[in-house]
């Protein structure tokens, strides 16, 4: 099977019932992407399916023949990307691990919204759970992030 | 064994454990800094300058900070790496943390207890100002001057009123031939010329969380690894009887089932086999003693155990006897636990999230039977831990899979294995007498509680006239441990609710009776802070409420306003929070306001939704579907000042929470009247509605059975009757809505069955709109 990760092609022999969450932190040792519940409900395993955020847990990897998947690692590995400048000046992570999934959905919305309000930002953004309770902090960095 | 020790270490820095503080320049993660870190990491043992074992100065001019306390989001490695630069006069943004392995020769490695700066402040301090030291003896030597004549700043020393300057990294080769000043001879900075303690500085690791690189307990990789999944006895107390694992070893990719102390063990080439061949297990369990067992037993047990508490003084003329509940909790860390072990040649090498290395040492050298010499315990990020990671269960578990199958093991959790195997935070009753005398003064605090788990009392921090404490327990055989804030959490919930029972009692404004009976004069600023920063005492609107509370330990004082509304229909929304925290010396002003807020969400999240309980021998939550977490949308503005007291910092990590959960039921009060006594908050309606009232001349409502286990019938009967259907909707106690269903009409009523299998024990509302007007009923799914 082949699939295409950060514009990176991989050919992968595996079944195609395989959730992409493994497949990318097992196979592909893309360990950025973060397993939290397993069952589409804390969305720390967000990744971008052709631009579109969905929870790499539940989509077998089948699916995603064809298609383009974006991860954390696709952002920017230097960190350089406005969301990532932004949750740097404001230090928003605590222990960060739901962090990566933050930024691909903000990486969402300001793809859809280049200049979210604050309803924007919570009507996306509360599809996730941050267990540490950084919420303020993502909120006011996605703002810091489109104001220019 | 040595060998791969290091190849791992390499790995390791080169997989972004190793981070860089980007202050000055902002994004200092640039390619080329990053090859510079490799090479560096191949030379250091060369070229490293190591005057203790807490900084190493490179040639490259960076500044290795060792931390040997764990990151668990509480901002550890921003703050040690800190304190030694602030001394040793460092580059900010040249400064590197890494994390200790679990050894002695650190001290007490225990990540709990908010401890760890307090117990390592003037440790670090004297490292940084001795290193310091050092490099200027060796500028003085090389210039040939008094080392008085040099001063430092950024990671140079120069010399005074010269031009000559030499970096850290330059002076290594002569530093190392100078014997290094004794750590207690330094002499230290004055709190007034500090640079970098403080002021708020960023996140040294902000950069690896938001690119994906930290890595994590359930990140490390390792070529040949295998991973490994345990299915667990599902009842408390509960055995294995018989298994069958013939068609889990038949699915291509799993590696071995395995039998051990705790569960049966399989291992696959990934995660998901593992799990896939989990599922095929077939497993026969011996459900125990406790296979009856449930919260509601367990909770009558401590009632039954309350006896007969002493007698208010005389004095008293109006008096509370009441009693207060609180839950079992798990941690319910973002990460589930996780770790990776590889025993071999006789050796164990550990890479794992854990707040104890130095614990998760002897037991994995215990449970394999080999010293603690031959383990190597090495930490990594952790998804969270709140207390959770102070035990290392996953660790053993990680080891004693891989000797068993003779694999390199990355052992993992799921979700629901997690929640149902934790070290709950434990469940207690707390009965209270407490009075007031005729002038409205306390004449006593008398507090028993019951728990299973240990639960110490805490006194309270106001004069309450007699206090007399006592606590008993019970054992069900549920684990239990630390909980963040620990014994805090439940006992300042039931005393500064209780204080404001009093306050209410007693006719007064319950900041002022907290002034009046405060003696400490550092938690009356804060209270009297927090109160003029709010504005208590303003006018709010309908439904509105206004709840205060504060909280004295781990050096520091913090006070509370938390203020809510609650509508028409029931639903509670958390506004605003105000908070005043008087840490001594806040050290990273930024991350002490990351802190703050993390608590108290944490504490709102708690005191609102969640519980663990137990029925039929087992713990009937699996994940954050049935253990609710606060969203985006849920959380409130905070408002929070923090001040300078002291040269000395005050722990940090649990400050926030323990006052939050108390002003929240004591704003809920001021709004409804109603006080919560039995948390989580979400099994209290707060719109005052019995089954009388229910009744109107045109409206009659009921739901049977209520409180309802899965299955509930409404109807609702009405003389004025618009249309064939109507429309119900159901929300959660913080207005969201869960349900919507069209009742039927079938003559005389609107009557439907609705089904609330996976949504959590909770009270809902159901509301529906006739003629024009709202109506809002509660009902309570029960666990
Ligand atoms: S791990 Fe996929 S939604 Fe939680
Ligand atoms: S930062 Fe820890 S879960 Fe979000």
Same mark, same amino acid.
């Given at each position: ?129 941050c267990?540490c309770g950084t919420y303020n ?12 | ?390 035990? /290392? =269960? #996953?660790?053993?578990? &990680?080891?004693?899979? +891989?000797?068993?199958? !003779? ?6 959790? *799921? ?5 149902? /195997? =934790? #070290?709950?935070?434990? &469940?207690?009753?707390? +009965?209270?007498?407490? !009075? ?6 306390? *004449? ?153 807020m993390g608590a108290a969400i944490d504490a709102l999240s ?23 977490w606060l969203?985006?949308?849920?959380v409130p ?23 939050v ?123």
């Amino acid at each position: 099977m082949k699939i295409k990760v950060n514009k990176v092609e991989y050919n992968l022999d595996v079944e195609s019932d395989m959730p992409l969450l493994w497949v990318l932190r097992d196979l592909l040792k893309l360990t950025g992407t973060k397993y939290g519940c397993g069952i589409g409900v804390c969305k720390v395993c967000t990744v971008l399916i052709d631009g579109v955020p969905e929870q790499s847990c539940l989509v077998p990897i089948g699916f995603v023949e064809g298609k383009e998947v974006t991860t954390i690692e696709g952002i920017s590995q230097n960190g350089d990307h406005p969301l990532q400048k932004a949750w740097n000046e404001l230090s928003v992570s605590q222990c960060g691990y739901c962090q990566p999934g933050q930024i691909i959905r903000a990486y969402y919305l300001i793809s859809k919204i280049p200049k979210p309000t604050i309803e924007d930002i919570n009507r996306e953004m509360s599809e996730h759970i941050c267990r540490c309770g950084t919420y303020n902090k993502i909120r006011e960095a996605i703002l810091l992030a489109t104001k220019e | 064994m040595e060998k791969h020790c290091k190849e791992s270490r390499r790995r390791f820095i080169f997989g972004t454990a190793l981070t860089v503080a980007g202050v000055v320049s902002g994004f200092p993660f640039s390619n080329k800094l990053l090859a510079e870190l490799v090479v560096l990491d191949d030379k250091k043992k060369v070229l490293g300058l190591t005057p203790s074992i807490w900084v190493e100065i490179t040639k490259e001019n960076y500044v290795v900070v060792t931390v040997a306390r764990s990151e668990i989001g509480q901002g550890v490695r921003t703050t040690f790496a800190m304190i030694v630069a602030e001394e040793l006069d460092a580059d900010w943004s040249r400064v590197i943390a890494i994390n200790a392995e679990g050894d002695s020769k650190y001290g007490d490695q225990s990540t709990g207890g908010s401890t760890s700066v307090r117990t390592f402040w003037t440790t670090l301090r004297q490292a940084g100002a001795q290193a310091r030291q050092l490099l200027i003896n060796a500028a003085a030597e090389i210039w040939g001057i008094s080392p008085d004549n040099c001063y430092t700043q950024n990671s140079y020393v120069y010399e005074k009123n010269g031009v000559r300057k030499l970096s850290y990294g330059e002076l290594i080769d002569k530093a190392i031939q100078l014997p290094i000043p004794p750590a207690n001879s330094v002499k230290l900075k004055k709190v007034s010329d500090f640079k970098i303690l403080g002021k708020p500085q960023k996140n040294i690791d902000e950069t690896s969380f938001v690119t994906g690189k930290a890595v994590f307990s359930s990140d490390y990789r390792l070529e040949g690894m295998k991973y490994a999944v345990i299915l667990r006895c599902p009842y408390i107390g509960g055995s294995l009887a018989s298994f069958d694992d013939s068609e889990a070893k038949k699915i291509k990719g799993v590696v071995g089932v395995y039998q051990i102390s705790e569960g049966i063990a399989v291992v696959a080439e990934n995660s998901w086999l593992a799990l896939k061949g989990r599922d095929a297990l077939k497993v026969t369990w011996n459900k125990g003693t406790n296979a009856e067992l449930s919260t509601e037993q367990i909770f009558n047990k401590f009632y039954s155990l309350i006896g007969n508490l002493p007698d208010l003084p005389g004095n008293t003329t109006k008096k509370i006897e009441c009693t207060y509940e609180v839950p079992f909790l798990a941690h319910s860390t973002m990460e589930p636990m996780s770790a990776f072990a590889y025993f071999h040649n006789g050796k164990c090498e550990i890479w794992a999230g854990t707040q104890n290395p130095q614990t998760a040492r002897s037991q994995v050298a215990t449970a394999l039977g080999i010293t603690q010499s031959n383990v190597k315990a090495n930490v990594l990020f952790s998804g969270g831990g709140f207390g959770r990671r102070h035990n /290392n =269960d #996953y660790i053993v578990m &990680a080891a004693k899979i +891989s000797k068993l199958s !003779g694999f390199p093991i990355m052992f993992f959790y *799921t979700k629901a294995d997690d929640i149902k /195997n =934790d #070290y709950y935070r434990p &469940a207690s009753v707390h +009965s209270i007498k407490a !009075g007031i005398d005729a002038n409205g003064n306390p *004449t006593g605090f008398i507090h028993k509680v019951i728990s299973q788990g240990d639960v110490s009392f805490v006194s309270p921090s106001y004069n309450l006239g007699v206090v007399q404490n006592s606590t008993a327990s019970y054992g069900f055989g549920i684990r239990t441990g630390p909980w963040r804030s620990v014994d805090y959490t439940q006992n300042i919930f039931v005393i500064e609710s209780v204080v404001d029972e009093l306050a209410y009692l007693a006719g007064k404004d319950p900041l002022q009776f907290r002034l009046s009976l405060a003696s400490d004069e550092k938690l009356k600023t804060v209270l009297r802070r927090v109160g003029e920063n709010y504005g208590w005492g303003r006018e709010l609107p309908e439904g509105w409420g206004r709840g205060i509370a504060a909280f004295v330990g781990y050096g520091a004082y913090i006070a509370h306003i938390v203020e809510v509304s609650v509508s028409k229909e029931g639903f509670l929304k958390i506004q605003k929070i105000y908070a005043v925290v008087d840490p001594g010396f806040p050290i990273n002003p930024e991350n002490i306001k990351n802190q703050i807020m993390g608590a108290a969400i944490d504490a709102l999240s708690t005191a609102i939704n969640t519980e663990i309980t137990i029925q039929n021998g087992q713990i009937q939550q699996s994940g954050f579907h049935n253990y609710r977490w606060l969203r985006m949308n849920e959380v409130p503005e905070f408002n929070i000042e923090i001040l300078t007291t002291s040269d000395r910092p005050s722990g940090m990590g649990e400050v926030g929470f323990p006052s939050v959960t108390p002003a929240l039921c004591n704003a809920i009060f001021n709004a409804t009247g109603i006080r919560i006594r039995k948390l989580p908050i979400g099994k209290t309606p707060l719109l005052k509605v019995d089954g009388k009232e229910n009744k109107t001349k045109d409206l009659e409502f009921n739901a049977y059975p209520n409180p309802f286990e899965t299955k509930v019938t409404l109807n609702i009967r009405t003389n004025d009757i618009k249309s064939s259907n109507l429309i119900v909707r159901i929300f959660d106690i913080l207005g969201k809505l869960v349900f919507e269903s069209k009742l039927n009409f079938n003559g005389t009523s609107y009557q439907t069955q609705l089904d609330f299998e996976d949504l959590p024990a909770s009270v809902y509302y159901v509301v529906f709109e006739l003629n024009n007007q709202i109506f809002s009923f509660p009902i309570l799914k029960k666990n």
